[in-house]
Every structure is written in C-alpha cells, then in structure tokens.
C-alpha cells in the first residue's frame, strides 16, 4: 500500500510540473489535479519597502506562482498562483513574517467562496478552501494534518451539524438522489470527492476541480474527511454504493461562507479586541478564544 500510495503521490508531483492531470486522474483513479490559478489575498506584516522586497523575492520565480503584487503601506500582498493556499503562506513565512490569508478569488468575475475548519479525533485538522471559478468549476483547495499515510475518503455531507461531533452531519450530500461514486463518475453524490492522500508526514495538501459542487449549494453543510480509502463505489462491499467504505468520520468542519478578494478589510476584532495578528493563534470560538491556545485551530480565514 505504502509504495502504491507514494508513486500516486508522485506521479500527481509530476502530472502537476507537466500539467497532464488527465494523466493524474488516470493514475490515481480519483484525482482531480487542476492547474489552474487563484488569486490569494494575504495580509503580511511589513513595515519597509526591504520587507517588502524579501516578500517578493521569496515568491517571484517559484514553480506555480504566475505574480505578485505587494502594498507596502496596506501590508497587502496579492499572489496568482497554482499553489495551495497553505504553500504560499509558507513560502511567504519562510521570511520570518506572519501571513494570514484575507481573501480568494478567480481570475474572472467573483462567484463566491467558502471554508471549512476541519478539526477531529487527536491531532487532526485542517483548513479546506471551495473557490466558484465559474457557474460550471469549483476549486477546492486544502490541507489536512495528522492523517494516518494513505488514501482517505473526503465527502461533502448534507448537515451542517456538529452536535454529536461528526456524527451529525448526515450523509454525503445526495439531492438527485443517487448511487455512491467517484468524483469523475456522472452517477455519484454531488458530495463525492474521492479521496487525499496522506504522506508519510500524516500531511495531505490537494488542490483539485469539481463540475457538480457548487458553492451556494455547500455553505451551511459540512466537509468529512474519513478513516480509509473510498473505493468510489467499486468495491463490491455492502457499504461501497453508499459511502465507498471508506470507513469512521475522523475530521469534519462546517462549510461556512468565506471573504472574495479586498471583502475583507479586517485588521482590528471590534468584538474582542482581538487583532488579526493575534487571531491567528486561537480558536474561531469557545473558551480558547480569550486566551491563546495553540490545540486548537487558528481562526485563519
Ligand atoms: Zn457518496
């Protein structure tokens, strides 16, 4: 399993330099690479046009990154890239200056956005990113820690409902009522997503196109990822027409609406006194909101 996971990994490493995802698709069974660009708003801390020369140089010329655009005086920086969200602020953190992500968006007209913090059992979590590129195209971009090393099922379930933990959320979101599939099937849930994959860091970080998610169709429902590999409806087992088998719900998040590009001229709490700077470190809500917490998920939205 481990070496067939590894060469998945790889060939999609390789399938993205290429930009034959078609080719990642068929090696994986599952994935929908895309290389296609976002446009990601980052709010940096810089105080100098030298910061903001570092900024750019530790972006410029990086496979994946088409541009960057730095405003000084509204420690703004605004990068077009095929790399995950989660890439690019490492690679502006990589300058010693703390990120955090403002804004998504397309390079055409703005059809929405939205987020899912995922938290669950140990050290799981994660932040997953849904950018509407056109009526027909969402970009979904993520990444997950403390996954076991292998294929894990993820779905967009029917419940926005964390009551009973992941429990709650309902079943993969179905409305035309349909068999359990893969995401490149035509007969599947619209919340079927195939699976990520984890590497030998317990790290899975993806970046993929769906033609049936829409994002005024997720906000206010919630995202899974699951214990094991969805067999995408093929597996013969009792449970593969309806959820792919893949196993216990380990994370979850609700699917909340998220800030299009400049919509998010945040820089103060007014709520909490809470600054953007320091909302990084904590939880969105719940007692750690007062007091730094670094279990739990920062509000990074
Ligand atoms: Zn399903």
């Not at 095929?82 to 010693?96: D, F, H, K, N």
């Not at 709490?269 to 007692?287: M, Q, S």
């Amino acid at each position: 399993m481990a070496a067939s996971v590894s060469a998945c990994t790889r060939f999609a490493s390789a399938c993205r330099k290429v930009g034959t995802s078609l080719f990642t698709s068929a090696v994986c069974g599952d994935r929908m690479d895309t290389e296609r660009t976002a446009k990601l708003e980052f709010a940096v801390q810089m105080t100098c046009d030298s910061c903001a020369d570092k900024v750019r140089a530790a972006l410029q010329d990086k496979p994946g990154v088409t541009s960057v655009s730095i405003d000084v005086g509204k420690e703004e920086v605004l990068v077009e890239s095929a790399l995950t969200s989660a890439e690019v602020q490492a690679l502006i953190e990589s300058t010693g200056r703390r990120a955090v992500l403002k804004g998504i968006g397309g390079s055409e007209q703005d059809h929405g956005s939205a987020v899912a913090m995922m938290a669950g059992v140990g050290k799981i979590q994660g932040v997953v990113r849904f950018l509407q590129l056109s009526e027909g195209q969402c970009l979904i971009d993520g990444t997950i820690d403390g996954l076991e090393p292998g294929p894990h099922g993820l779905h967009v379930h029917t419940l926005g409902d964390l009551t009973q933990d992941c429990l709650s959320c309902g079943e993969h979101y179905n409305p035309l009522g349909r068999r359990h599939g893969g995401p490149g099937d035509s007969e599947r849930h619209v919340g079927d997503l195939g699976n990520i994959v984890a590497g030998p860091d317990g790290r899975a970080s993806f970046r993929l196109e769906d033609s049936q998610i829409k994002v005024w169709d997720v906000i206010g429902r919630s995202l899974v990822v699951d214990a094991g590999e969805d067999d995408l409806g093929q597996g013969g087992h009792p449970l593969s027409g309806q959820t792919g088998n893949s196993g216990e719900r380990l994370a979850c998040g609700i699917i909340a609406r998220s800030a299009g590009l400049f919509q998010n001229p945040k820089q103060i709490c007014a709520c909490d006194g809470v600054t953007l700077w320091e909302e990084r470190e904590r939880p969105i809500a719940g007692k750690g909101r007062s007091k730094a917490n670094a279990q739990a998920p920062a509000a990074n939205l």
